[in-house]
């Protein structure tokens, strides 16, 4: 291996965002970059592993962060997770059997989930620079949504989180605040949703 193979190796490290693939330009191509990076998790390769050792199956802070560089980038800060994207966040969650990011890959979730049940209940949503951040509490913008959030939006993170096998307690915990503002008619809707072990 030549000297300057390590240096292109060290580059694209210190500089990961400049890939264009992950770049992104809209909610869709962001959407699309959030695969590459749920592939990286699943395989332990590709572009967002590159650099550093990563089994597969398991996700690190380095994931967790290009998961946030994704949904904050400049092109779609101002607009509302999408559905897309909440998905593909919900597959990561699924793909990663292994922890190593101390709570924030849960945590983001859990926020995006939130912006993007908001906003298609019609409600207006932070940046997501303020909404996704880890320094941004979700209890103090998702709360004021909880009345207002329809439940077809409940219905479908109940969806995504019935039978998986990563339990996400943060996003849990948002739901059922969703869910006690909400209306007991629809409690009945979504058995074994929860698990009451929490």
Same mark, same amino acid.
């Given at each position: 291996? @030549?000297?300057?193979?390590?240096?292109?190796?060290?580059? @694209?490290?210190?500089?990961?965002?400049?890939? /264009?693939?992950?770049?992104?330009?809209?909610? &869709?191509?962001?959407?699309?970059?959030?695969?590459?990076?749920? &592939? %990286?998790?699943?395989?332990?390769?590709? /572009? =967002? =592993?590159?650099?550093?050792?990563?089994?597969?199956? #398991?996700?690190?802070? &380095?994931?967790?962060?290009?998961? !946030?560089?994704?949904? =904050? *980038?400049?092109?779609? $800060?101002?607009?509302?997770? #999408?559905?897309? +994207?909440? +998905?593909?966040?919900?597959?990561?969650?699924?793909?990663? =059997?292994?922890?190593?990011?101390?709570?924030?890959?849960? &945590?983001?979730?859990?926020?995006? !989930?939130?912006?993007?049940?908001?906003? *298609?209940?019609?409600?207006?949503?932070? /940046?997501?620079?303020?909404?996704? #951040?880890?320094? @941004?509490?979700?209890?103090?913008?998702?709360?004021?949504?909880?009345?207002? !959030? $329809?439940?077809?939006?409940? +219905?479908?993170?109940?969806?995504?989180?019935?039978?998986?096998?990563?339990?996400?307690?943060?996003?849990?915990?948002?739901?059922?605040?969703?869910?006690? *503002?909400?209306?007991?008619?629809?409690? %009945?809707?979504?058995? $074994?949703?929860?698990?009451?072990?929490?």
């Amino acid at each position: 291996m @030549s000297a300057a193979a390590p240096k292109s190796l060290e580059k @694209s490290a210190e500089k990961p965002v400049e890939l /264009p693939s992950l770049e992104p330009s809209c909610r &869709d191509t962001a959407a699309h970059a959030l695969t590459i990076v749920r &592939d %990286g998790v699943i395989t332990g390769e590709g /572009p =967002t =592993t590159k650099g550093r050792m990563h089994f597969s199956r #398991s996700l690190d802070a &380095d994931d967790t962060a290009w998961c !946030v560089r994704i949904l =904050t *980038a400049t092109a779609v $800060n101002d607009q509302p997770v #999408s559905r897309a +994207e909440a +998905e593909t966040l919900f597959e990561i969650n699924e793909a990663a =059997t292994e922890r190593a990011d101390g709570g924030r890959f849960d &945590d983001l979730l859990a926020k995006a !989930v939130a912006h993007y049940a908001a906003s *298609a209940s019609g409600l207006k949503v932070p /940046p997501r620079s303020v909404a996704l #951040s880890a320094e @941004s509490d979700i209890e103090s913008w998702a709360p004021a949504y909880a009345s207002k !959030v $329809n439940s077809e939006m409940l +219905e479908w993170i109940a969806g995504q989180m019935r039978g998986k096998r990563q339990n996400n307690r943060r996003l849990m915990a948002m739901v059922a605040t969703f869910l006690g *503002a909400t209306a007991l008619p629809l409690a %009945g809707q979504l058995p $074994n949703v929860f698990d009451i072990g929490m």
